[in-house]
Nanobody
Framework: QVQLVESGGGLVQPGGSLRLSCAAS????????MGWYRQAPGMRELVAAI??????NYADSVKGRFTISRDDAKNTVYLQMNSLEPEDTAVYYC????????????WGKGALVTVSS
């Protein structure tokens, strides 16, 4: 089992920045692809993901504005969000996907990000 705890959400004005953190515990962090998803009313969508080798993938809507990173020594993944727009308002979920290593797929409880003036 992996436990994921997000932090860093909140209210920010358009054009502002926030950094989300996700602390993981309970398993070997490097076995997992770590990702951030978000959900506004509607489907949950991938925002960004990062492998243990540092390869990254971003949704087109956040490329150039968001940066995902991980610190395997601290078992933590980050999402730096810059130039935030009202359309970025959502609950952001941390994900740990270890299925390629015969591990499970786990979710945090989510952190609300609200972009509004």
């Amino acid at each position: 089992q992996v436990q994921l705890v997000e932090s860093g959400g909140g209210l920010v004005q358009p054009g502002g920045s926030l950094r989300l953190s996700c602390a993981a515990s309970g398993s070997i962090f490097s076995l997992y692809v770590m990702g951030w998803y978000r959900q506004a009313p509607g489907m949950r969508e991938l925002v960004a993901a990062i492998t243990s080798d540092g390869y990254t993938n971003y949704a087109d809507s956040v490329k150039g504005r968001f940066t995902i990173s991980r610190d395997d020594a601290k078992n933590t993944v980050y999402l730096q969000m810059n130039s935030l727009e009202p359309e970025d308002t959502a609950v952001y979920y941390c994900n740990a996907d270890g299925r390629h290593n015969n591990q499970g797929n786990y979710w945090g409880k989510g952190a609300l990000v609200t972009v509004s003036s």
